[in-house]
């Protein structure tokens, strides 16, 4: 029998959000199949079947939160898949110490006639980790944990082995809201919400993980001074090349959008322009100057904006980031995008134009100290030559850290980024197809 727990979903990643369960007892597995999905605070994410086998047991639900290392499901693998039949006498002894029961009183028979191993440990998912320290605790005390927001791994249990119990819970919690009270007067305290009901019917909602994030980010990034800057670029020529090239980078997989050509001209810009591709440290006044360009490009899914890395932008050209973007993007919507795919960004850029507007203030996404944002492209009418004439615009809006970026600096980039797109569109597209 394998005891499937969530792995390490990646860096800084504690825990997750059980969203849909894909398989249920009986049902027949395969290598790599998705048991079911889970959402962290970076991404959603597949969990695979790590062999052949049947499930046996599903130990989560829908809405669960489950830590790295719960044990999330049964299966009864196949015999290249199943652990060593040394070890579930052991196993067996232990879950039936964790129900009250006694080895003898399993109806699975031993093996071989031996006598039943000592209980070693309480059920595995009766227990919540702590680092590496596993506590136990019954299903009912562990829903009431979470419903709390209290760590098991923090609860001196009063039960019998130091069993959680109940009362643990609640008196853990009671002490957290007391420790933090202090804390709590000394900043200003959220203004409380009227009982909108009074004037109707509502609804509430909590918020899904990936809205949690979104608005714990931009908190973070509200408290960065930031401005922005706007600019049109003449982009009739760009969007005649784009015209040119955009069944040859299709043949290639990608998708020519104006999104994937700003990409590859702010790589450039970036590398003319360094502090743009910086982030600071107040508390020990420090500048990191980045040498590689890794962009993020924000997409909109239906469980709210996600921002996937195309990195090394500066080494790749039009056609790859528009594969790569092309990829990525479907990834994001289609709730496949790895969390290492979230990581790593030096600048953003954020497209509105397929929805409409003119111009808009993007907030910044710490640590960065820059994003550009970019509206709808319209035909406008322009004085060229002593006639007026129609000009393909693009409208584009900087919003920059003002700790470390200047007005004058972000007009400049901001200006050498609309020169590049006028002036020299061919180059953009040099090794593109």
Request: aromatic residues 4%; negative net charge.
């Amino acid at each position: 029998m394998i005891e499937f727990r969530l792995p390490e979903l990646g860096e800084g990643i504690e825990s997750g959000q059980v969203i849909e369960v894909l398989v249920a007892p009986g049902d027949r597995v395969s290598l790599e199949q998705p048991l079911l999905e889970v959402e962290t605070d970076k991404a959603a994410v597949e969990i695979p079947s790590p062999t052949d086998g049947t499930v046996t047991d599903v130990l989560v639900s829908a809405g669960d939160t489950v830590a790295i290392n719960d044990v999330l499901v049964r299966i009864d693998g196949d015999s290249e898949g199943k652990e060593p039949a040394s070890e579930e006498p052991a196993a067996s002894a232990a879950a039936d110490e964790a129900e009250g029961k006694s080895p003898a009183a399993t109806e699975k028979p031993a093996k071989e006639e031996k006598k039943p191993s000592p209980p070693r440990a309480p059920r595995a998912d009766d227990t919540a980790p702590s680092g590496s320290l596993k506590v136990a605790a019954a299903p009912s005390v562990r829903r009431l944990a979470r419903e709390l927001g209290v760590s098991l791994g923090s609860v001196t249990g009063s039960g019998p082995r130091g069993r959680i119990l109940e009362k643990d819970v609640k008196a853990h919690a009671k002490a957290i809201i007391r420790s933090a009270s202090s804390a709590q007067a000394a900043a200003p305290a959220e203004p409380e919400l009227p009982d909108f009901s009074r004037w109707g019917e509502t609804v509430t909602e909590s918020f899904s993980t990936v809205r949690k994030l979104t608005a714990e980010r931009l908190t973070q990034a509200w408290a960065a001074p930031h401005v922005t800057q706007f600019d049109k670029a003449d982009a009739t020529r760009l969007e005649e090349l784009r015209g040119l090239n955009k069944e040859k980078v299709a043949e290639a997989g990608g998708n020519l959008t104006v999104t994937a050509i700003l990409v590859k001209a702010l790589s450039r810009a970036l590398s003319e322009f360094p502090k743009f591709n910086s982030s600071i440290h107040m508390g020990s006044r420090t500048i990191v100057y980045k040498k590689y360009v890794n962009i993020g490009v924000a997409v909109d899914t239906e469980r709210g904006l996600l921002v996937p890395v195309i990195r090394d932008v500066d080494k790749k050209d039009v056609t790859q980031i528009s594969v790569e973007l092309t990829d990525i993007s479907s990834r994001a919507r289609e709730k496949r995008l790895s969390a290492d795919r979230l990581q790593g960004g030096s600048f953003t850029i954020t497209n509105l134009g397929g929805i409409g507007g003119t111009f808009f203030t993007p907030i910044l996404n710490p640590p960065e100290v820059a994003i550009l944002g970019v509206s709808r492209s319209s035909f406008e009418p322009a004085y060229v030559d002593g006639e007026f004439v129609p000009r393909f615009m693009l409208p584009l809006s900087l919003s920059y850290d003002h700790r470390i970026i200047d007005g004058a600096e972000a007009a400049r980039f901001l200006r050498w980024l609309c020169e590049m797109l006028e002036k020299s569109p061919e180059s953009i597209f040099e090794q593109a197809v």
